[in-house]
């Protein structure tokens, strides 16, 4: 048994959405697919909801763009005889996302959850309309078995209770097509609407394939495969054909936008492969994601790259003890909810430093100095500082420190076209070597890496 999932783009157009039945009804046995909002649509509704509490006119008119979007899907590609409960469905649920602005352009007021509750109706119209589509296909809604905890003022999926229900939802074998809305959610304490974040329908796809063992998670896309670079900056960037878990999740988690970073560890861990595909081109290759990859002794499989980010760094006779410095550290963070992105220390010169995202920077620099309070009150830290502005170039392939010699060369070449590195970390894991650089110079200096380090 497959999922699939059909990303924005996929679903965006009748063109595409004809392409997508073409896919699922050509499979030789039921599989889930979980699809996204209409292309752009999620940004859309951010926007309008935006607008709204702002005392903006604009919701009547992005209601009937919205309405007319997918009305005209339904006239063209569902069925008569399933027209007018698919339409009613649909309209339905318009009322409700009207009315919803309505509220909120009359209390000036966005609470998170009415966004979240807003941004759910792409989904939710999405999955009924592709539902009645494909033939043969039954609907089911993520609502009742996608659940979600709060974690440090956030929304993160409750693994268990998910893969319980999804389980329960999904009896096996599948007797017919089930389609579902990726990325929205409930909380599992309060009922109220949530999501995976932007993004998430690539992760419900993987917990739903994580639940029920499948054999294949395929991410049907707008692009040929996983590149080596971001194609929008890199336009000679090619399509890597394999990979590994692991390299995908460093190349995600990095910025490769292709999949939504949590999605690759609940697959990995069931040890289940991941294809990356085209729906405007099915019929190309793409890339396999599997945890027995070609081994490429001394090529690069991709670089990605992450802009808006700051550094912290602490600096003092303290970061003699380099584990000791980076275990607090990487605790102070976790228990405050940040994600470190990379760390880098040089003993000799007593520096520790730090990636954070720019929006977790100030919390990040007041934890380290919480943490090292005792420190910096005896001199052992004679300063944390924060850098801002600041992207990450990330080079990666599994084994990467065999290929001795590259940070210095990367270093070296982007020294000579004006670019400064204010950071290199070539050990923290053996499948990424990372330059910090400033974030102005960050298309330029991807640019540069991608050039130095995949063959033309
Ligand atoms: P979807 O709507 O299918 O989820 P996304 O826009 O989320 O699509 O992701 C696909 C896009 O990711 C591509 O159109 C491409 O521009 C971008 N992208 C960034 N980095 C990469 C990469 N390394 N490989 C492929 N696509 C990438
Ligand atoms: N529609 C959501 C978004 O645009 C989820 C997704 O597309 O994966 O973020
Ligand atoms: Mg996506």
């Not at 923290?428 to 910090?436: H, M, R």
Request: with cysteine; glycine share 8%.
């Amino acid at each position: 048994m497959k999922v699939l999932k059909f990303g924005g783009t996929s679903v965006g157009t009748i063109e595409s959405l004809r392409n997508v039945k073409r896919i699922v009804e050509s499979l030789d046995s039921p599989a889930v697919v979980v699809v996204s909002a209409l292309g752009g649509l999620t940004d859309r509704l951010i926007a309008t909801a935006k607008e709204s509490a702002e005392g903006k006119d604009t919701r009547i008119d992005a209601m009937e763009c919205c309405a007319k979007r997918h009305h005209d899907i339904i006239h063209e590609l569902v069925s008569h005889d399933k027209q007018g409960e698919v339409l009613e469905k649909v309209d339905a649920m318009l009322t409700e996302l009207g009315n919803l602005y309505l509220g909120v352009s009359l209390i000036n007021e966005l609470p998170e959850r009415t966004l979240d509750r807003i941004v759910s109706y792409g989904e939710r119209m999405s999955s009924v309309i592709v539902a009645a589509i494909v033939s043969g296909a039954c609907h089911k809604d993520s609502l009742e078995f996608v659940k979600t905890e709060r974690w440090m003022g956030r929304n993160i999926a409750d693994r268990k209770a998910t893969e319980k229900l999804i389980q329960r939802n999904f009896p096996l074998p599948l007797e017919q097509h089930c389609v579902i809305g990726g990325f929205i959610s409930r909380d599992n304490n309060d009922g109220t609407i949530t999501n995976l974040g932007r993004g998430g329908s690539d992760y419900t796809a993987a917990l739903v394939a994580a639940a029920l063992d499948a054999e294949m998670l395929e991410i049907w896309t707008d692009v040929d495969g996983f590149m080596t670079s971001d194609p929008r900056i890199i336009k000679d960037a090619k399509v890597i054909p394999d990979m590994s878990f692991v390299e995908s999740m460093e190349l995600c988690s990095f910025g490769a936008k292709v999949i939504y970073p949590p999605t690759i560890y609940p697959v990995f861990h069931k040890n289940i492969p991941i294809k990356i595909l085209n729906t405007h081109r099915p019929e190309v290759p793409g890339t396999l994601i599997t945890d027995n990859a070609t081994r490429l002794p001394d090529e690069v499989r991709g670089v990605s790259y992450v802009r808006d980010t700051a550094t912290v760094t602490i600096h003092g006779k303290v970061v003699k003890d380099i584990e000791e410095v980076n275990t607090r550290t990487y605790n102070a963070m976790a228990r405050n909810g940040i994600s470190v992105m990379l760390a880098t220390g040089d003993e000799d010169a007593m520096e520790f430093t730090i990636s954070v995202k720019a929006a977790d920077a100030r919390k990040a620099l007041e934890t380290v100095r919480n943490e090292f309070a005792p420190e910096i009150g005896a001199g052992d830290v004679l300063s944390v500082y924060l850098t801002e502005h600041l992207a990450i170039i990330a080079v990666v392939k599994e084994g990467i420190r065999r290929m001795q010699g590259l940070g210095a060369r990367l270093t070296s070449t982007l020294n000579r076209n004006g670019i400064t590195v204010n950071g290199l970390s070539e050990g923290t894991s053996d499948s990424t070597l990372a330059l910090v650089v400033n974030d102005d110079k960050a298309e330029q200096a991807l640019k540069l890496v991608h050039d130095s380090v995949i063959p033309a």
